[in-house]
């Protein structure tokens, strides 16, 4: 069946970055998107970006553009988020979802919490 | 500030039918279907409904979506107390380079 494992929780400095990874089995890596989802504490969802498995292509929200990298390993079946310049309000739960188009997360891994402190 | 806009809570009892809206513009709700998710206590996001109105494999016929214009919503029928959630709705967005833009969310309480 399809999955997405992602990795452990992380705890990282302010001013530093974290990268995240999401590895996927039971489905073709490179036939649907891979989104990047992020939810801060008691708050809504936000939608960072998604990648293209197949020819990596990308495509971020605004307000991540000059902070965020989406990147994938088609050996690996995984996709990687990675966030810059982090400061405390990046402190969230981030989630990747998988779809077969840009426009709905059809299923999701099971989030890794990023704790941004000083 | 959400993009979309949902109200923060809802509530019903066992075996009610209850409504979630969801209100849009036209680069988003407007001109793209919207898409609702189910978010359980302590857990993941879950597609619940997907191009206004379709189910994916699994999820009960209770819900259903619908959508007119650029607004949308969620009809949860014979309320269950597992269905006590927080309920987003989404959509793309035209504006940018395209994004997906979520709603702010509704709490479900089953009374």
């Known amino acids: 069946q399809m999955q997405l494992v992602q990795s452990g929780a992380e705890v990282k400095k302010t001013g530093s970055s974290v990268k995240v990874s999401c590895k996927a089995s039971g489905y073709t890596f490179t036939y649907r998107y891979l989104h990047w989802v992020r939810q801060a504490p008691g708050q809504a969802l936000e939608w960072m970006g998604w990648i293209t498995p197949f020819n990596g292509n990308t495509n971020y929200a605004q307000k991540f553009q000059d902070r965020v990298t989406i990147t994938r390993d088609r050996s690996m079946s995984t996709a990687y988020m990675e966030l810059s310049s982090l400061r405390s309000e990046d402190t969230a739960m981030y989630y990747c979802?998988?779809?077969?188009?840009?426009?709905?997360?059809?299923?999701w891994g099971q989030g890794t919490l990023v704790t941004v402190s000083s | 500030q959400s993009v979309l806009t949902q109200p923060p809570s809802a509530s019903g009892t066992p075996g009610q039918r209850v409504t979630i809206s969801c209100s849009g513009s036209s680069s988003n709700i407007g001109s793209n279907t919207v898409n609702w998710y189910q978010q359980l206590p302590g857990t993941a996001p879950k597609l619940l409904i997907y191009s206004n109105n379709q189910r994916p494999s699994g999820v009960p016929d209770r819900f259903s979506g619908s959508k007119s214009g650029t607004s949308a919503s969620l009809a949860i029928s014979g309320l269950q107390s597992e269905d006590e959630a927080d309920y987003y709705c989404a959509a793309w967005d035209d504006s940018l380079n395209g994004h997906v833009v979520f709603g702010g969310g509704t709490k479900l309480t089953v009374l």
């Open positions: 979802a998988s779809s077969p188009t840009e426009q709905w997360l059809y299923y």
